[in-house]
């Protein structure tokens, strides 16, 4: 296959995965709510039921924040929570973030946000080390500035 054939099945695949938010099977990690406290806030939402690419964003996401950002968790300047989207109890975040399908949210002490969606449903399954390559670079531009 051809590099720009290569391309059209990347980018047709991606648009699949966009289309798998609403149907995807479950994993729950639930945590309160985040505190305004902290300088950045990981918020991944998702539905009751996930697919392998939901469970992927949300365990990567997780798993980097662990490796990388440990001593800033600690400290509360970085804050991880995953919220299911379908729970009552978290209907408020939902409509804060106007939140309808899967989503991953970088929001800043300030309230700015960053969508980092298609980065983490286009890499987080498919190429871990990328996807994890590219989330930490967000992260640490969005703690620097």
């Known amino acids: 296959m051809n590099p720009l054939m ?8 991606f648009i699949i995965l966009g ?13 309160d709510s985040v505190s305004s406290s902290a300088k950045l806030e990981v918020l991944y939402f998702h539905g009751t039921y996930r697919c392998a690419t939901c469970n992927a964003v949300e365990n990567n996401t997780q798993q980097l924040i662990n490796d990388y950002y440990k001593s800033q968790v600690t400290d509360g300047i970085i ?3 995953a919220y299911n989207v379908d729970e009552e109890k978290n209907k408020a ?12 949210l970088l929001v800043k002490g300030d309230g700015s ?17 990328r996807y994890a ?10 703690l620097s500035n």
């Open 6 to 13: 290569k391309k059209i099945v990347s980018y047709f695949g």
């Open 19 to 31: 289309t798998l938010f609403i149907s995807c099977a479950e994993s729950q990690t639930n945590q």
């Open 79 to 81: 804050k991880f929570a």
């Open 93 to 104: 975040m939902v409509e804060k973030y106007q939140i309808s399908f899967s989503t991953l």
């Open 113 to 129: 946000v960053t969508d980092f969606t298609n980065t983490a449903f286009y890499y987080a399954h498919t190429n871990p080390e």
């Open 133 to 142: 390559e590219l989330l930490k670079a967000e992260i640490d531009k969005q």
